[in-house]
Nanobody
Framework: QVQLVESGGGLVQPGGSLRLSCAAS????????MGWFRQLLGKEREFVAA????????DYADSVLGRFTISRDNAKNTVYLQMNSLKPDDTAVYYC?????????????????WGQGTQVTVSS
């Protein structure tokens, strides 16, 4: 069992930065692929980024490539999402998720555990 708690969301101006954190419980955190997804009210959840258990593999949605960076610290049971050059279209609730294995990292339905989400609002 893995419990996930996101933090770091908030209101930021266009062009600004935020760093989201996701703290995980459980001693097997380092075994899991970790993903970030986002969802705007009334829209479908979309993939943002994923990182393999070792950090050796990272993948991003085209819409955030070059602006967002996913990382993890297995010693701290934490995964991060550094978001730079934020745009109003990045406004959403951001969710942290965990699954075993890396294949299908882009598919939300393949993840077993989810956090409660943290709101990110990009507005002037």
């Amino acid at each position: 069992q893995v419990q996930l708690v996101e933090s770091g969301g908030g209101l930021v101006q266009p062009g600004g930065s935020l760093r989201l954190s996701c703290a995980a419980s459980g001693r097997t955190f380092s075994s899991y692929t970790m993903g970030w997804f986002r969802q705007l009210l009334g829209k479908e959840r979309e993939f943002v980024a994923a990182i393999s258990w070792s950090g050796g593999r990272r993948d991003y949605a085209d819409s955030v490539l070059g602006r967002f960076t996913i990382s993890r610290d297995n010693a701290k049971n934490t995964v991060y999402l550094q978001m730079n050059s934020l745009k109003p279209d990045d406004t959403a609730v951001y969710y942290c998720s965990a699954k075993l294995g890396y294949p299908d990292y882009i598919r939300g339905e393949k993840y077993d555990y989810w956090g409660q989400g943290t709101q990110v609002t990009v507005s002037s």
